[in-house]
């Protein structure tokens, strides 16, 4: 097997940046883990917890918006952040430390990989980082910050955490440009390999991108405070605003979920994971009452806010993490069905539909489920439904929670009635058929009877119904780890 | 740079909103898509120059096909 990654010194020769410019003395230097350290903790609460030697790697404790955390860096000051056994020591240390402590994590990455002078024993102890990263999985929140090149074993690491935010400078990949180049014949590099639109959009390694380091390293606060201090929700502080102005007048059109999200969570707290990758759901951390949430919703601007494979992936994984860390969730349902197609099926809907499935039906943290305009056929049942076990299932009133859309129900329905009737006349015939179709199998009335649907609220009521249901519901933890699905 | 405004998914075309030789801004709406049973609005992702159309209202689209030329 060859080795993890590029020696560190060929992986930077083949930055975008085509000459490594001369480096200032350690201290003055801003890839000095001390600076990132002490600019990713809040001031003075730095308290360093291993040794500042040549390891590679620093830890500290320390607090972020006053939330106590354990934080270790990789020290790019020396052989490119490469990862011995002693590095790999501070890592799993920390760990210990947080495990101990029950306090969130955050690792800042800078790491060309494994040292390759100490052979096969810094792939080992790399391995001991993932064992305990593993362990720890579903225990403590892990956040990985990315600031620069992450190859071989130093991807692997943040891409075992929760939340995975990338810096401008980020790069992750298992082997570099030049083992790439040599293997396949790619002439690719580093930021097409691993950079923000690679893991932004496509592979969704990456959860957020952030233009500067400052931002990375604040987004990372932001994450730490929201996990490891989730606050209690209290309904009564709640105010109400009508979510309802979000959406279009045509029940047809489509629109962005963005902004019913942002009015749903309190001002300027809500976090989007994942923003670009599989857009058609969005993942998004905030606080609702005081307290911590999820909120998945369904984006019905991106492919229609059809389920496909890859955002049911999306989806499954943050539910899981949501409940593993107890963070209750909140539904957003709209949505027409799964996407057809043979790229869908050929690329295992039905195997990473069902991992949203499970998420949910596994799921027992509080999670309360709005239906805003629709929620049709299997994708209704996926998105936290009655059945999967929803702690309470809100409507709006003109919702429609149905098999398919009443016009599609009655052409197969009626189809030999339908084909009797003259053209010119059969959107109208169509338009009653539905009409009576949707009082007997589709409205809202219909899915309470059912027990389906357990209230119906306004639109400017909704933010105090979901909140009393998350409230009054029984705070519980789902005991599993945070696998990266 | 040209940008080239892409089909996310089979669709019909239901309307194009915008002509060549239009100025539109990043977030504005370009066209309308019809699939699944919904309208769904094709935005920009870039501000320019609507240098091309190659769709019309009625056509059919597949995944990935060029609908428009920005720029």
């Known amino acids: 097997m060859t080795a993890l990654a590029d020696r560190p010194d060929d992986t930077r020769a083949t930055a975008d940046k085509p000459a490594e410019p001369s480096r200032p003395p350690r201290e003055q230097d801003p890839r000095n883990p001390n600076h990132r350290l002490s600019a990713l903790l809040d001031p003075d609460s730095i308290e360093l917890v291993s040794a500042d030697d040549r390891s590679g790697m620093l830890a500290a404790t320390g607090t972020v918006h006053g939330t106590p955390v354990v934080a ?29 402590d029950g306090v969130p994590i955050i690792g800042l990455w800078h790491s060309g990989g494994a040292r390759l002078a100490e052979g096969v024993l810094s792939l080992h102890s790399v391995g001991q980082i993932f064992e305990i990263m593993t362990r720890a999985s579903g225990r403590i929140p892990q956040l990985s910050v990315v600031l620069g090149p992450a190859a071989g074993g130093a991807a692997y690491g943040p891409a075992l955490t929760d939340i995975v935010i990338l810096g401008p400078e980020g790069r992750v990949f298992v082997t570099g440009p030049d083992v790439v180049r040599s293997v396949t014949g790619e002439d690719v590099d580093m930021l097409r390999l691993g950079g923000p639109e690679p893991h932004g959009r496509r592979s969704g390694v990456v959860h957020v ?47 962005d979920v963005h902004p019913i999200v942002t009015d749903l969570l309190d001002d300027d707290t809500g976090l989007e994971l994942h923003p670009k990758w599989a857009p058609n759901i969005t993942t998004t951390l905030g606080r609702f009452g005081g307290r911590t949430v999820g909120v998945i919703a369904n984006n019905p601007l991106r492919l229609g806010g059809c389920l496909d494979s890859t955002s049911a992936e999306k989806a499954a994984r943050f539910v899981r993490m949501c409940d593993a860390f107890g963070v209750p969730l909140v539904v957003v349902v709209d949505v027409p069905g799964y996407l057809p197609g043979v790229g869908q099926e050929w690329d295992g809907v039905v195997r990473r539909g069902a991992k949203l499935l499970h998420a949910f039906a596994e799921a ?37 929670v149905a098999v398919m859309g009443a016009v599609a129900a009655v052409r197969i329905l009626h189809r030999r009635k339908l084909a009797e009737v003259a053209p010119e006349l059969r959107p109208q015939v169509e338009a009653e058929l539905a009409e009576e179709h949707e009082q007997i199998a589709g409205g809202v009335d219909r899915a309470m009877e059912l027990g389906v649907v357990d209230e119906v609220a306004q639109p400017d009521a909704t933010r105090s119904a979901l909140a009393s249901a998350i409230a009054e519901a029984p705070a519980r933890r789902g005991g599993h780890g945070n696998i990266p699905l | 740079m040209a940008e080239l405004v892409s089909a996310e998914m089979v669709a019909n075309v239901h309307s194009v909103v915008v002509s060549v030789g239009d100025h539109v801004e ?33 056509d059919v689209v597949q995944e990935g096909d060029v609908l428009m030329v920005i720029g």
Not at chain 1, 372 to 394: E, H
Request: hydrophobic share 45%.
């Open chain 2, 26 to 58: 990043s977030g504005a709406m370009l066209l309308v898509l019809e699939s699944m049973k919904m309208e769904i609005p094709v935005l920009s992702e870039v501000s320019g120059l609507v240098s091309e159309i190659r769709v019309g209202a009625g």
């Open chain 1, 209 to 255: 991108v952030s233009s500067t380091e400052r931002e990375a390293l604040d987004r990372a606060r932001h994450l730490g405070s929201l996990l490891g201090s989730q606050g209690e929700i209290d309904p009564a502080g709640i105010t109400d605003v009508d979510l309802g102005a979000n959406l279009p007048e045509s029940a047809k059109r489509a629109y």
């Open chain 1, 364 to 400: 027992t943290v509080p999670r309360v489920t709005l239906v805003t305009r629709k929620a049709y056929g299997g994708a209704y049942i996926a998105m936290n439904s009655r059945a999967l076990g929803a702690t309470r299932v809100v409507a709006w009133p003109t919702a429609e």
């Open chain 1, 72 to 100: 270790f860096c990789s020290d790019a000051t020396v052989m490119g952040g490469a990862m011995g056994a002693d590095g790999c020591r501070v890592v799993v240390d920390a760990y210990e430390r947080a495990l101990d």
